[in-house]
């Protein structure tokens, strides 16, 4: 797993800058990592108190497998590292590597709000793209795992115009650059229900199948 500078391939050239997530932004990062822990917990708890055997003691072993994974994206160490010419994402292998020849504009918003924030509300999120003269977008960078001070030095590190939102929706951005918001961003509410509804199914089904069944 790319986690250090020390596995930067040479052909992208010498850091020049290198960031990491600063510890504030590991309040949002336990938030995310939290529904797939609990799958894991649930999982493990099956297996230990109804000992399945065959086909379902590998769908739970597998649930957990995919409940740690999950958490682990959440909370690994994440690295953005400034080259001459290039701008590299720490991946789960390697590292997204992009041409910095190909980014026109940095695009970072402290707050970006919900689709449809309500009244009063001022919950959101920290995000940066990169943006390329097509306007669409060369790298996204989540306020789940970043935060608006790492992503602020980033964007100025950069040397590409940097425009700035203190508080916008996805509407608002795509006033602008049309197609730079990818749908998961527009309606983060949307997945995050949908990933949890799935979690509450698998587990309300496994739970089911272990009470009603005797241990193996």
Known sequence: MAETIRQIPAKYGAPEHVFHPRMGSYGRRLGAALPPLLLVVVAVFLIGYRRPAGPAMGVLLLLALVGLVTAYAYLRPALVVLTAHYVLLSRWVGFRAVPR?????????????????????????????????????????????WDARTLDEL?????????????????????????????????????????????IAAVALFAWWAFTRGPA
């Open 101 to 145: 020849e190909r980014i026109a504009q940095v695009v970072t918003v402290r707050t970006l709000l919900a689709a449809r924030p309500r009244s009063g509300g001022s919950r959101g999120r920290p995000c940066l793209w990169f943006v390329t003269p097509a306007g669409r977008s060369a790298l996204f960078l989540d306020g789940t795992v």
């Open 155 to 199: 964007a100025r590190a950069s040397g590409a115009q940097h425009v700035n939102f203190q508080r916008a929706t996805p509407a608002q951005l795509t006033e602008h650059w049309p197609r730079l918001v990818a749908w998961r961003v527009r309606y983060p509410r949307v997945r995050y229900v949908a990933a949890s509804c799935a979690l």
